[in-house]
């Protein structure tokens, strides 16, 4: 009788931790639910020669690339939709990979069917025990754009100014700032701040409204810290219209540092 | 039955036990039978000149200052005392829930710099960081034990955070201006004090018992001692760090 007990409190025990486990091992993405362990037989295939097979980014790839590969251990994602220091959501790190990372090594995954990449993200959150300790915060809402104009241009200026954007993006907005050469990222490894006289290939997305989630969350992991305190939506959409300046440009100044308070 | 009975009871017992040690209990013994532990950090040697930071780059930043200022990763006293040091209970400790104190914890940017430049608190204890600077701050921990996270703060606007987790001592950068370094010490108890500019220390209200006492230093790295403490008693115990 008292194995029996036993055998059952042991049982009811077990099964808690199953429903824990599998909850971790699902990703939610709209009306798609991932499997983890579908999701490990692709990982296997297509990520693991850059990601490793323990997911710490370590991959037989990973000396050869540059940014470094990402370490899913430390669950620490630069384009998120939620606050600074919080887990993505399940459908930021889908839209990363089907999106694939600019300037990196990692390649749009939309050529996978939408359910498997919905079972790479189930796979990719069993790396951190984070996805099963923490929450992901309330994702930013991104309000109308107002019309771009002389003025919101002006106004975006002082504030590349006064937010010192410039420090790490440079006067010139090349991204050659006075700290620029200081940079690294959580890793230890040199980054270089984004140059937008480049055009519009940003790391997290292109449009307008992907540059006013950047500025809400920042990209973690990076020097690109959040200004969720720091402007309004009106400053934010500001700063926007005058970085959109810089790719516009025909001509662009020589480069060189920017010296102090020029 | 009888057995089946029993099983239940030891059942019921260990989940009130588990769900026990979750509920927060206040800090530590009362403080008449707490001992007090006092000691001095010292640098043995001739003490490393500091360096002198150029702000240049950011003119509200060198304007801050009258002098030069200068950097403060081992500062070094009158008497040799050390600065910044964090001493704290490292091991020993019974009791191990303890609610943070309702008192927050305060962190400044102040001359481009960070006032403390060591700053010990507890976990889950408020974190009130301030911009005195007329200039625009990222304040930026890069933890082990932590989440990371990474803030802008404008002149003047206020900012709240937490450490969950203990941890000795997690780095603080601004990325906007590479010269200022600091550390914020997560402790999951009480225990634990910064040596001022004598680098005297005081941990108050200590219970009874046999610790492991750590003396934590960012460049110098750690040193560790025993010590035993009877009830009322007033302990002393001294460091001595070394290039």
């Known amino acids: 009788m008292r194995t029996t007990i036993k055998s059952v409190s042991f049982l009811i025990l077990a099964c808690m931790f199953c429903t824990l486990s599998a909850a971790s091992q699902e990703s939610h993405i709209g009306k798609l639910t991932g499997n983890a362990k579908r999701g490990k037989a692709l ?99 991104i309000p109308s754009e107002p019309a771009n104009s002389a003025d919101s241009i002006k106004r975006g200026g002082e504030l590349f100014q006064s937010m010192n954007c410039w420090s790490c993006h440079g006067k010139d907005g090349r991204g050659h700032g006075p700290s620029a050469a200081t940079l690294t990222d959580s890793k230890g490894y040199p980054i270089t701040p984004f140059d937008f006289t480049s055009g519009r290939q940003f790391k997290c997305g292109e449009t307008d409204q992907d ?29 926007i219209h005058y970085i959109r300046t810089f790719a516009s440009s025909e001509s662009h100044p020589a480069e060189k540092t920017d010296g102090a308070g020029q | 039955m009888k057995k089946v009975y029993f099983s239940f009871v030891m059942a019921a017992a260990l989940v009130s036990l588990s769900a026990w040690r979750f509920v ?51 500062v070094v006293g009158s008497d040799n005392g050390l600065e910044n040091v964090v001493v704290y209970v490292s091991d020993g400790l019974t009791n ?19 006032k403390p430049h060591v700053l010990a608190l507890q976990a889950g204890q ?32 206020p900012m709240e955070q937490t450490f969950a987790r203990e941890e000795v001592a997690v780095p603080v950068k601004c990325n906007v201006h590479p010269w200022m370094k600091g550390y914020i010490a997560v402790l999951k108890h009480p225990y634990f004090a910064v040596t001022d500019k004598t680098g005297h220390f005081e941990i108050k209200d200590l219970p009874p018992g046999t610790y492991t006492i750590t003396a934590w230093q960012e460049k110098l790295g750690t040193q560790v001692q025993k010590i035993t403490v009877a009830g009322g008693e007033a302990k002393t115990l001294d460091f001595t760090f070394k290039q």
């Open chain 1, 211 to 239: 540059m006013f989630r950047d500025l809400v969350t920042g990209l973690d992991g990076t020097p690109m810290p959040s200004f969720s305190g720091a402007m309004n939506d009106e400053q934010r959409w500001d700063v």
């Open chain 2, 126 to 157: 408020k974190l009130d960081i301030v911009n005195s600077d007329e200039t625009t701050h990222n304040i930026h921990p890069t933890p082990n034990n932590n989440r990371e996270w990474n803030m802008t703060q404008p002149h003047g606007t």
């Open chain 1, 43 to 141: 990982y296997v295939r297509y990520c693991v020669y850059c990601h490793g097979p323990e997911g710490d980014g370590r991959g037989e790839s990973a000396p050869y690339i540059d940014p470094k590969p990402r370490d899913f251990t430390k669950a620490i994602f630069k384009c998120r939709s939620t606050p600074s220091g919080s887990l993505p959501l399940d459908s930021d790190l889908f839209d990363t990979i089907s999106r694939g990372v600019h300037a990196s090594g990692m390649p749009s995954w939309k050529p996978l069917l939408k359910q498997e990449r919905a079972d790479l993200i189930g796979y990719i959150k069993t790396f951190s025990s984070a996805f099963q300790e923490e929450k992901p915060g309330e994702p930013v809402k």
């Open chain 2, 24 to 74: 927060p209990v206040a800090s530590g013994s009362p403080a008449d039978a707490g001992s007090s532990l006092t000691g001095e950090v010292k640098f043995s040697g001739t003490a490393p000149k500091p360096t002198r930071i150029d702000m240049s780059q950011d003119p509200l930043c060198a304007k801050a200052h009258s002098g030069p200022a200068y950097t403060e990763d081992v």
């Open chain 2, 96 to 114: 191990h829930n303890f609610q943070p104190p309702q008192q927050p914890a305060t962190f400044e940017q102040k001359g481009c710099q960070y």
